[in-house]
């Protein structure tokens, strides 16, 4: 919208000599059109916002009079009057510009003859292209939140548009004012965001939407006033204009519509917390990251950082109940670290429960842990995987990844509890290089001669030589773990050294057999929904 200041300025009447003898104060007054009268009585017929050209040929002469006319444009808050000298006066009339002054309504002098038809198509023109432009601006946003809508982008996605949008900080915080996402402005967003819970708190909210002129906010409610669950905030110094507004209420409303089709409550909260976890597993930390963990809840410096690995028995649970275990879990674990006053992000990462934990320097983690771990176990039966504590950021994803090295090295069959590295010896080495092709290529090696002998004839060869190894120092306590006799079990071993062209009582070629059975025990499990 142009205001009266930019139409002085426009080359028309900037040739005019045009002079603000009155209304100084009221330049930056929106001008909606211009309408070029002689008539005295005008005001009735002019709209908010109208700017007004005349030579004052018709205006009245006694002083109550020309004040009367002046407020009658103000009382219909005319955008200003602007008068061309020299046909009915060569210096407006005092009366005139003491009332405008009062009433804070531009007044303009023009001491040059201007065509007020060139001043009304130039101010029409550019009346029209912003109007233009506003809906081109009007149209990209909707057409950006309308394909985000039909793409059921998440959260992650919809602020990045907002801040795209706007250009500036865009902050998503919880109904109780804690940060759960934000994306940075131009500057630096450090100021933005410090101390922001309380300074939040200052900032009521009656209407759906409220710009906050101290802090420089523009605040918009997520969700329906009795459901709300949140408020979005775009930094904004001035004034927000309407497609700012546009911006930020669409924003929300795709928040709002994403979190009605998410079925978990605590949603936006988790997916925060899976993304900070998944980076932290697969970048370097930057500080940028390092905040956001910081404003999520988990301090990271100067703490023992600690990663963990619930892992549920999936053994009995059906394709549905799966699902379940793990929501249980989650839920049992932020209950947990939450009565241990423990900061820990919490998330899901194919089907196993992820948790980053963070403690003082001087707390006995171990305890701790254990003592959590101990918490969740009540409600599910589930392996515990604990990783190193370390104390440099840049080491987080080493004990985050432990701690699932660590799960992944647990035997099918071994009893609930917490294990650490030390905990799975040959496993938990194999579990660290089960990525290595040369790891795989060694087990099929060893045991494809095996597998496909057991898988033409049936004759379960590969099943003696795992309890072979298994008890090593009884054969017949191996027969009996197969429920063999022992000429049967011996048998056997003597077919599946003819199959492998070893022997089988070499220290060596035992040893191999033994690092394959275990590898690929490793690598095939446990996993949800496999016994």
């Known amino acids: ?52 050209l005349s030579t004052g040929i018709a205006m009245p002469d006694g002083g109550p009079e020309l004040e009367a006319y002046a407020a009658s444009l103000a009382g219909t808050a005319a955008a200003g009057l602007v008068v061309e000298l020299g046909r009915r006066w060569t210096e407006l009339p005092q009366a005139l510009v003491a009332a405008c002054e009062d009433l804070g309504l531009p007044l303009v002098a ?44 998440g959260p992650s996605e919809i602020l990045d548009a907002v801040q795209r949008l706007a250009g500036t900080a865009v902050v998503l915080e919880s109904e109780e004012h804690q940060v759960l996402d934000y994306r940075p402005g131009p500057r630096d ?62 924003g929300a409303a795709a928040l709002a519509l994403h979190r009605l089709h998410d079925r978990q409550r605590d949603g936006a909260v988790r997916r925060t917390h899976h993304e900070l976890v998944l980076r932290l597993l697969t970048e370097a930390p930057s500080p940028d990251l390092l905040r956001r963990c910081e404003l999520a809840g988990l301090p990271t410096s100067d703490r023992q950082l600690v990663g963990v690995t619930l892992r549920p028995r999936f053994e009995d649970a059906g394709p549905g109940s799966a699902a379940a275990l793990v929501e249980d879990v989650i839920a049992a674990t932020v209950h947990a670290t939450h009565e241990l006053r423990v900061p820990a992000l919490v998330c899901e990462m194919e089907r196993d429960v992820r948790v980053l934990l963070s403690f003082p320097p001087s707390t006995r983690v171990r305890t701790v842990v254990d003592d959590l771990a101990a918490r969740v176990r009540r409600h599910q039966p589930l392996v515990v995987g604990v990783g190193r504590p370390v104390g440099r950021a840049a080491a987080i994803d080493r004990t ?83 429920h063999l006799s022992r000429p049967v079990f011996y048998d056997r071993l003597a077919k599946a050294s003819r199959v492998l062209g070893a022997d089988l009582d070499h220290p060596d070629v035992r040893v191999s057999l033994h690092v394959a059975l275990l590898a690929d025990e490793v690598e095939a499990g446990p996993r949800p929904g496999r016994t």
């Open 1 to 52: 919208m142009l205001t009266v200041g930019e139409v002085l300025a426009m080359p028309p009447l900037r040739g005019a000599r045009a002079r603000v003898v009155a209304g100084a104060s009221g330049l930056d007054r929106p001008v909606r059109w211009v309408h070029t009268t002689e008539l005295a009585d005008i005001a009735p017929l002019l709209r908010a916002g109208d700017l007004l």
């Open 400 to 482: 985050l990844r432990e701690a699932q090295q660590v799960v992944r090295s647990v035997p099918g069959g071994a009893a609930d509890g917490v294990h650490r590295l030390e905990d799975v010896h040959l496993r938990g080495l194999l579990a660290m290089i089960g990525d290595d092709d040369r790891l795989r290529l060694f087990v099929d090696r060893e045991l494809d001669p095996l597998r496909e002998h057991d898988e033409r004839t049936g004759s379960r060869l590969l099943d003696a030589v795992r309890a072979l190894v298994t008890h090593p120092t009884s054969k017949s306590d191996a027969a009996a773990s197969l």
């Open 189 to 250: 967003a450090d100021g933005f965001l410090t101390d922001w819970a309380a300074r939040s708190r200052e900032v009521p909210q009656e209407d759906r939407t409220t710009w906050e002129e101290s802090h420089g906010w523009l605040v918009t409610r997520v969700g329906r006033r009795d459901r709300r669950w949140g408020r979005l905030v775009v930094h904004s110094a001035d004034e927000p204009s309407e497609r700012l507004v546009a911006v930020a209420e669409r």
């Open 110 to 153: 023009l001491h040059r003859e201007v065509r007020f038809a060139a001043v009304a198509q130039a101010v029409g023109e550019r009346i029209v292209d912003r109007q233009v432009a506003e809906l081109r601006e009007a149209q990209r946003v909707h057409e950006t939140f309308t394909e985000l809508g039909i793409a059921e982008a």
